[in-house]
């Protein structure tokens, strides 16, 4: 079960050590002690550690807000469909600089990167340094968080102010745009560094904290996402050149192929199914789950995580019982996060994805009891996190907020990111090799030359890929991983960033928009595809409170804003 004292523990200490993130100025020093004086034992730098790890399971960053960004081709927000500065607009690509939520998920990452660099500083300073090699690790810690975030500010805003010393001053505060592409060298660094110093996952190690196989399948995706397209400054989506996409790309295979040398990390042993079951029990396996943000909601305070509770089935609030009878029911969930339904048609019937990824029912109450309610299509939920599958110690400490983790660096998407690498460096039969052992995961049928297009017959007749093209292997293979990764990762926040790297994501929202059930109405409630600017809407805008205060910033947002 979740060691729920991780993050915990020191976290009294932790509020003398950093002030909280309360300040609009993100760039603007938020801690406030004796930084040289702090820094003189291993317990002390591990517990500056967990504040980072605190500012990335803030409710306002990874424990909801961040659910808003990712929307793409398979998600939709539905109850609320004008402007409100917050979700809605996210959703529905109607952002301005404004915007409540981005300006928290742009202040919070921007924390954390503050305090790892004052952690990675306070270490290195610390006696016996040089000799110390848990100090090293602890180092190596720091550095993947920090590449952690600062990968997100680079897929979100593109060019921004980043640094790797600790804003120690109001002076130092502010800083102007840094290219993207010196910061993806920073970001690598950090993470080589990191897989130098870290031991591998095993089998009695916590997927919360970072270890060499989270370093080494992060930088596969940062590799992949390098190799992609990016929109720069004025407006236009520009990629590598070909040589230099053909080198990332064989940074990704030198990753992977560690990865598998290393052997441990593999499908979780009890299937798709139930992977996805035990993150809302609250199970810890390093095995499959390579890295995973911790949640844990203390009464009295907004910190847990709203995982399966705004993104997942509805469920009633249980009313006309006593507190003591509480834990005997779910509790309620909000269900504000619909699905694109045209998705589940293209699952097969034996793909167990399809009805863990898209759930077809809500719990209404009634009798002090929840029924199960089919929904009609256009009103199904994300289904990978659940209250209905929340321990009854877990389910009902709060009616917003709870306990259920969020796996960002999933084994499954570490084989898929290679499968692609293979792919684009002219190794088709591997990439198809490992795409089909994904699927065989699943219970879906494998690929073959045989039955390509037979697989493909459905999707082709609705919802042909015109911006991808299958005419070779190779094509053939990109399309294929194009429904396979949504198939795979659908709503845990990479499908966006795949898109955008892939140079089509407008072109996604529109198949999808138009051909929607759901906008065959007036109002439509996926207006997504209609909102979307190509040069504006594969980044966010910079908080206009951050411009008008950052004069190294020159008035100017990112393009379009």
Avoid at 236 to 256: C, G, H, I, S
Wanted: proline share 3%; aromatic share 14%.
């Amino acid at each position: 079960m979740k060691k729920y004292n991780l993050l915990y523990t020191a976290l009294t200490l932790l509020t003398v050590f950093f002030a909280s993130c309360e300040d609009m100025l993100t760039e603007k020093p938020n801690s406030s002690y004796d930084k040289d004086g702090f820094f003189s034992t291993e317990a002390k730098a591990d517990m500056a550690i967990m504040g980072i790890y605190n500012s990335i399971s803030d409710y306002r960053h990874y424990g909801y807000y961040e659910m808003a960004a990712h929307a793409s081709d398979d998600t939709y927000y539905l109850a609320r469909t004008g402007s409100d500065n917050q979700i809605c607009d996210m959703v529905h690509y109607t952002t301005s600089s404004t915007n409540e939520w981005v300006k928290w998920l742009w202040a919070l990452k921007y924390q954390g990167i503050d305090r790892a660099n004052m952690t990675i500083s306070g270490i290195q300073g610390m006696d016996g340094y040089g000799e110390n090699k848990n100090l090293y690790a602890l180092e190596g810690e720091a550095r993947f968080l920090r590449a952690f975030l600062a990968f997100d500010l680079v897929k979100y805003w593109g060019d921004v102010p980043f640094k790797t010393d600790y804003s120690s001053g109001y002076d130092d505060a502010f800083g102007g745009r840094v290219n993207r592409e010196l910061i993806y060298d920073q970001i690598i660094e950090d993470l080589n560094f990191a897989k130098s110093n870290l031991e591998w996952a095993t089998a009695a190690s916590s997927p919360e904290r970072a270890t060499q196989g989270a370093a080494r399948a992060l930088l596969m995706r940062v590799w992949l996402q390098r190799a992609g397209y990016s929109l720069q400054q004025n407006g236009q989506m520009t990629r590598p050149d070909d040589a230099t996409r053909k080198r990332y790309f064989e940074a990704v295979l030198n990753e992977w192929e560690e990865i598998q040398k290393n052997g441990y990390h593999d499908f979780y042993d009890g299937g798709y199914e139930a992977l996805f079951k035990s993150y809302s029990e609250g199970v810890l396996n390093s095995k499959e789950s390579i890295f995973e943000i911790a949640f844990f909601h203390q009464q009295g305070s907004r910190n847990g995580g709203a995982w399966g509770i705004y993104n997942g089935p509805q469920v009633a609030e249980p009313t006309g019982i006593s507190p003591t009878e509480a834990n005997n029911y779910m509790g309620r969930a909000n269900g504000f996060f619909i699905t694109v339904p045209e998705w589940k048609a293209f699952f097969e019937e034996s793909d167990a994805r399809r009805d863990v990824s898209i759930c077809t029912y809500r719990y209404t109450w009634a009798n002090n009891q929840h029924t199960k309610q089919e929904r009609s299509a256009g009103s199904w939920y994300p289904g990978k996190w659940r209250r209905e599958w929340m321990t009854p110690e877990t389910r009902n400490k709060n009616m917003n907020y709870g306990d259920v983790n969020l796996c960002v660096l999933r084994y499954a998407d570490v084989v898929l990111m290679a499968a692609e690498a293979y792919n684009e460096t002219g190794s088709t039969p591997e990439a198809w090799r490992l795409l089909n052992n994904v699927r065989q995961r699943a219970g879906a049928t494998a690929y073959t030359d045989a039955n390509y297009e037979e697989l493909m017959a459905a999707r082709k007749k609705t919802h042909a890929l015109p911006f991808i093209s299958d005419g070779d292997a190779q094509g053939k293979f990109r399309t294929a991983l194009y429904w396979e990764r949504g198939f795979e990762l659908s709503f845990e926040g990479q499908r966006k960033f795949d898109l955008i790297r892939w140079g089509v994501l407008a072109d996604a929202l529109k198949l999808f928009g138009e051909k929607s059930s759901v906008n065959r109405k007036d109002n439509k409630p996926y207006p997504a595809y209609q909102n979307f600017v190509t040069g504006k809407h594969e980044l966010l805008p910079i908080p206009l409170a951050e411009i008008q205060s950052n004069p190294k910033l020159e008035g100017k947002n990112n393009n379009g804003y």
